[in-house]
């Protein structure tokens, strides 16, 4: 089982958003890596709209639809009533739950799954009645009592954080303790039924060890070290370099 690749487009928007110009352009760097064989696309739109802006999300929806109906759109953020809405008008196959503030510049932790026990029932159960599969974000030393709650209230998937993994890219020793908490926590989710997605700060050099740990990963969603690669291999060598890191043949 290889893991699938969901390319992260926030860094793109937040790049074209210092002009007033159309460029550099989603749709079409969308494509280009759908086109090299990532499995999908992710945003998280914030209500600030300093990266992704919500009239982005029924362009790619549409890219998906109309030229790569086997693709999935992911979108990440905060369960707000607003966040909710753009949901429902877009309907992504993947909506992932995120406990952000929203003066927060990324996604930093996962959630205290006990303390916002309703929140996130109430918030599952309207996501799901459009359509969408849902997935929880979750801190890498997740407890089984914890993971229990994001089963009870209805996620099909939880996603690991990584940014402690990723920000250790200088110290292999403790690279390799935090890959074997995080193997340890989707062992636990996966005891319970609950897929894994894995994401932040994820790159070409630091996904294999990950993966080894923990094969069943389903999807990575990979956006900052993706882009940067980009800037240097172009977008379709660079989705193909991080296939071939998360196991695929290319």
């Excluded at 699938?4 to 487009?9: A, D, E, F, K, P």
């Excluded at 790569?68 to 607003?82: T, V």
């Excluded at 849902?134 to 994001?150: I, P």
């Excluded at 996966?190 to 993966?211: K, Y």
Aim: aromatic fraction near 6%.
């Amino acid at each position: 089982m290889s893991v699938s690749l969901s390319v992260n487009v926030n860094a793109i928007a937040m790049l074209r958003n210092r002009r007033d110009l159309p460029w550099p352009d989603l749709r079409a760097l969308g494509r280009i890596a759908l086109e090299a064989g990532a499995a999908g696309l992710t945003v998280h739109p914030r209500p600030d709209q300093r990266h992704i802006r919500f009239s982005d999300l029924p362009v790619l929806r549409a890219l998906i639809d109309d030229e790569f109906p086997h693709a999935e759109f992911n979108i990440e953020g905060y369960p707000s009533d607003d966040f909710i809405e753009l949901c429902r008008i877009n309907q992504p196959e993947q909506v992932t739950l995120v406990p952000d503030d929203p003066r927060q510049a990324t996604s930093d932790h996962g959630w205290d799954f006990l303390a916002n026990r309703a929140l996130l029932k109430d918030t599952v159960g309207r996501l799901k009645a459009d359509g969408a599969r849902v997935s929880l974000f979750a801190d890498g030393d997740t407890s089984l009592e914890a993971l229990e709650v994001a089963r009870e209230v209805g996620a099909e998937r939880i996603e690991l954080y990584t940014g402690p993994y990723g920000g250790c890219y200088d110290d292999a020793d403790r690279a390799k303790r935090i890959a074997e908490a995080l193997g340890q926590t989707a062992e636990r989710a996966r005891s319970l039924g609950l897929g894994v997605n894995a994401g932040h700060d994820l790159t070409v050099e630091n996904l294999p060890m990950l993966v080894k740990r923990i094969p069943f990963i389903e999807e990575v969603s990979i956006g900052h070290g993706l882009t940067a690669d980009a800037l240097i291999y172009g977008m379709a060598e660079t989705v193909r370099r991080f296939r071939r890191a998360c196991g695929q043949t290319v």
